[in-house]
C-alpha cells in the first residue's frame, strides 16, 4: 500500500538519500523520494536482492528525472545499430559491453553482478571498477538488447551509449571528484596557513585575545569542508570495511582524523589554546595531493596495456592475389584478409569463401567448431579450423577487445607463491598492529600528558603506511610489463611476471621453436614433380600453419595454385586433399603408410603421395633459431631443459651437438603426449614453463606454470597461453628470466623499505616527537619514494639486462 506522508517531515530516501520532499512515497515501511525509486527497490525485493542496500546504505541514484519513454530505446532494435553495440553473437547467445558511469561502489559491482537473478535470461555479467564497464552474456532469443538496456536503465544502471564513439579510445582521466576536493583542502589549508602565521612566530599576544580567538575560529570554521567533505571517501572506505567485518587501511587515518579534529576543538574553545586546525587541513591536503599522484600513475599504467599495441598480431591481406603480411593496425574496414588453419580472426567479418569452421573458445570458452556459410559474419576472437578462408573486414580491429578475451577467466592459472596477496595479507596485520601501537601509546602518555597522549595517537595513525606496502607489488610488476612489451614480450597480466621468477624447468617445442623454417634447407628427392603435382602440393601447404608447412611453401616460390577439394590437417601427421577425385597427401612417413628412411645426418622427411603411390619426399634440415644455441646453454646453468617434438630422433644427436648434450629430447610427442609430459613434471614439483608455437601446445601451454607462445606472426597463439613472444627477441630469453627474478627482488626491497620507514615514523611518534604536520607530509612522501624506487630499480635492471636501450644524443 503506498500513502504519502506529511510533508513536515523531513526524511531520506531509502534508495539514493535524496531529501524526500511533499510527495513521497511510503512503501514496505520505508521512504522513497519518487515512484522511480520505489520501483527500483520493488524489483530487487521480488527478487531477494536487498543486499544490495545493506553494503551501502542509500547507493541508488535518484530516479526523479529519468526518462521513462517507452520509444527511449527503439533504436535498440536496428539491425545495423545492434551489430556495432554487440561483441559476440551466435545462435544462442550474445555478448555486450557497456560503459556504465553510475557504477560507483560495492553495492552497483554486487547487483550488476547479480542480474541474473532478475533476468534468467541473463547468462552472466562482469564488472570492471576501473573502467565502469559491465560485460553482459544473454540469451539473445528471450531478452532482446533493447529490453537488456531497459532493465538497466529501471534499475538506475542506464548505460552511455554513443555509436559515434564506439572506436575511440581515450586516455583514462583523474577522478574530477577528487581534484575538487584537493582544491577544497588546498584552498582551506591555505587559509589556515595564514591565519595561524602569528602562532607560528610566537607573534599572537601582539595581535591581542580577541584577534587570536578570531583566528582560532575563522580555522574551525575553514576545517568543516575539509573534514565533513574533503576527507568523505576515507569515511565510506573506512566504515564499508567495519561493515564487512574487516580493517583496511582507511580505518587508522579515519580515527586519526576524526581524533585530531575533536581534539583541536576541545584545546580552542575548553583550554583557549590555537589547537591543531591548519595541521589537520595539511593531512588532508597532503593526503589527497598523494592519492591524486597513485590515480594518475595506475591510469598511465593501464592506458599503456589496453590501448598501445598490445597484440603484436599480423594478418595476411590479399591485395590483387597477392599476400602480404601487415600489423593489425594497419587493417582497415573493406580488406580482404586469408585466415589459415588454427589462425585468429582479427576483427568481425564477412565470410566470403564457401564455408568455415569456427572454433570461438577465445569467446565463450567451448572448443567446438561452429559450421559458417558464405557472407555470414563471423566475430573477432574466433579461430579457423580447416580450410585457409577469405574474408572481409566490415569493424576496425579492437587490440583492447582482443586483450580482454585472451584474459577470458576459462583460461585462469590459480596463483600461487606471489607476493601480491602477501602484501595484502601483510597490509591486514599490519594495519591491526598500528592500531594495537597507537592505543597503547595513549594509555601511557594518558596518566603523564594528555596533551601528548593525543599527539601521540594521531601521529602513529598518520605516520602509518600500509598504502606504501601494498603499493610496491603492482608498481613493479606494471612497470616490468611495459618494459617487456618494449622488448616485444607481451604478458597477459602481471601475476605472470612472479610465476617467470619461480620458473625451475624449461620445456622447448622443437620445430618452430628451436629450429627456424626460414634458415632450415630443403630438397624433393623422388620422381619429378610436374607443374601440376607443384601447384597441388603449393596449395595444400597453403592451408597449414605447421612450420615445415610454411618451410615448403617458401621453397616453391610463387608457384600457381589450384583449387584443392576436402582439405584437412590431421595434427603432428600431414595434410591429405581431393583434387579431381585423387587423394593427396603430404605428411610422416607413418601417415603415408611407408618405412622410414634412415639419415645420418639427421633431418625431417614430408612425403609426397598420390592415390596410395609416394612420388617422393622432401627432406627438410632443420635450421636453429637464430642465437638458439647461445640461449640454451644459457639457461642449462641455471635450470632443467627439456625438448618436445612430434618429429621423430633423427635430429637428437646434431642438436646435441649444437646445443648441449644434457637436454632432455622426448620425440614422437602428440599435443596429448606434451600435455602429459607437463603434468608428470608438475607433479614432481617442478615449476615449469613451456615455450612453444601454440599450434599443437595449446594443452602443454595451458598445464605449464607460464605458457610462452613463439612465433614470427602472431595469429595463431593459444588462449591457453600466458605470454606471447615475438620471435626476434627469442634470444632475451634469459634476460626477461632473470629480470623477473630480480623484479620480485625489487619488491622484496620495497616491503623493506617500508618497513623501515615505518619502524622509524611509529617509533618517533609514539614518543610524540612528530608533529602532525610532518605526519601528514610524510604519509603520502613515503607512498611516493616506493613508487619513485620501484621505478627507478626495474629501470635500471632492464637497462642492465639491455631491455632499455638508452638514449644517446
Known sequence: MITPNSPEI???????????????????????????????????????????????????????????????FDYLDDQDVKSKLLDFQNERESHVTFYIPLIHCASCIWLLENLFKINASIISSRVDFIKKKVQIKFLHEKLSLKELVQLLSTLGYEPKINLSDLDKKSKPAIDRKTLTKL???????????????????????????????????????????????????????????????????????????????????????AMGNAGYMDSLGGLLFFLLLGKIYQQKTFATLEFDRDYKSYFPIAVTRMVQNQEEVVPLVNLQVGDVILVRDEELIPADSLLLSDKAHIDYSFVTGEEVPVPKRKGELIYAGGRQKGNAILLTIQKSPSQGYLTDLWNNESFEKQDKKLL?????????????????????????????????????????????????????????????????????????????????????????????????????????????????????????????THPLSNRI?????????????????????????????????????????????????????????????????FHIQSGLRENADLVVKELAEDFSLHVLSGDHSHEEGSLKR????????????????????????????????????????????QESMVGVAITDRVSHFSPASDAILDAESFGKIPSFLAFAKDSRKIIKASFGLSFLYNIVGISLAVQGLLSPVLCAILMPVSSISVVIFTTLATNLMGVRKGLIHLKTP
Not at 576436402?566 to 577425385?581: D, F, S
Request: with cysteine.
Open 10 to 72: 523531513s526524511t531520506l530516501c531509502f534508495h539514493c538519500g535524496e531529501k524526500c520532499d511533499s510527495s513521497k512515497i511510503h512503501f514496505d515501511d520505508k521512504d522513497f523520494c519518487c515512484q522511480g525509486c520505489q520501483l527500483v527497490y520493488e524489483v530487487l525485493s521480488k527478487n531477494d536482492l536487498c543486499d544490495y542496500y545493506s553494503l551501502e546504505s542509500q547507493p541508488g541514484k535518484t530516479q526523479k528525472n529519468t526518462n521513462r519513454s517507452t520509444i527511449q
Open 183 to 269: 582544491g577544497v583542502a588546498g584552498f582551506c589549508f591555505g587559509n589556515m596557513m595564514l591565519f595561524s602565521m602569528p602562532e607560528y612566530f610566537s607573534e599572537a599576544k601582539l595581535l591581542g585575545d580577541g584577534f587570536k580567538r578570531l583566528f582560532d575560529y575563522l580555522n574551525v570554521v575553514l576545517a568543516l569542508p575539509i573534514v565533513f567533505y574533503a576527507a568523505s571517501d576515507y569515511y565510506v572506505s573506512a566504515w564499508n570495511a567495519v561493515r564487512q567485518r574487516r580493517i583496511n587501511m582507511d580505518v587508522p587515518i579515519v580515527l586519526g582524523i576524526i581524533a585530531f579534529f575533536l581534539y583541536s576543538l576541545w584545546e580552542i574553545f
Open 420 to 544: 601480491e596477496p602477501l602484501a595484502n595479507r601483510i597490509s591486514g596485520v599490519f594495519t591491526w598492529t598500528v592500531l594495537t601501537i597507537a592505543v597503547l601509546a595513549f594509555f601511557f602518555w594518558m596518566g603523564k600528558d594528555l596533551n601528548l597522549a593525543v599527539k601521540a595517537f594521531t601521529t602513529v595513525l598518520i605516520v602509518a603506511c600500509p598504502c606504501a606496502l601494498s603499493m610496491s607489488t603492482p608498481f613493479t610488476l606494471g612497470n616490468t610489463l611495459r618494459i617487456f612489451g618494449r622488448g616485444k614480450f607481451y604478458l597477459k597480466n602481471a601475476a605472470v611476471v612472479e610465476r617467470l621468477a619461480l620458473i625451475d624447468t624449461i620445456v622447448f617445442d622443437k620445430t618452430g621453436t628451436l629450429t627456424d623454417p626460414a634458415n632450415a634447407s630443403i630438397r624433393y628427392e623422388g620422381e619429378t614433380l610436374s607443374d601440376e603435382s607443384k601447384s597441388i602440393i603449393k596449395a595444400m601447404v597453403a592451408h597449414s
Open 553 to 617: 611453401n617458401l621453397w616453391m616460390g610463387q608457384q600457381q595454385v589450384v583449387d584443392v577439394e576436402q582439405i584437412q590437417e590431421v595434427k603432428g601427421n600431414g595434410l591429405l586433399a581431393v583434387y579431381k577425385n585423387q587423394k593427396f597427401k603430404l605428411g610422416s612417413a607413418s601417415f603415408v603408410g611407408v618405412s622410414e628412411i634412415d639419415l645420418a645426418k639427421g633431418g625431417n622427411l614430408v612425403f609426397f603421395q598420390v592415390e596410395e603411390v609416394v612420388l617422393g619426399h
Open 658 to 701: 649444437a646445443l648441449v648434450p644434457t637436454i632432455r629430447f622426448n620425440f614422437n610427442q602428440s599435443p596429448v603426449n606434451k600435455l602429459d609430459y607437463l603434468k608428470k613434471l608438475n607433479e614432481k614439483g617442478s615449476n615449469t614453463l613451456m615455450v612453444g608455437d601454440g599450434l599443437n601446445d595449446a594443452g602443454a601451454l
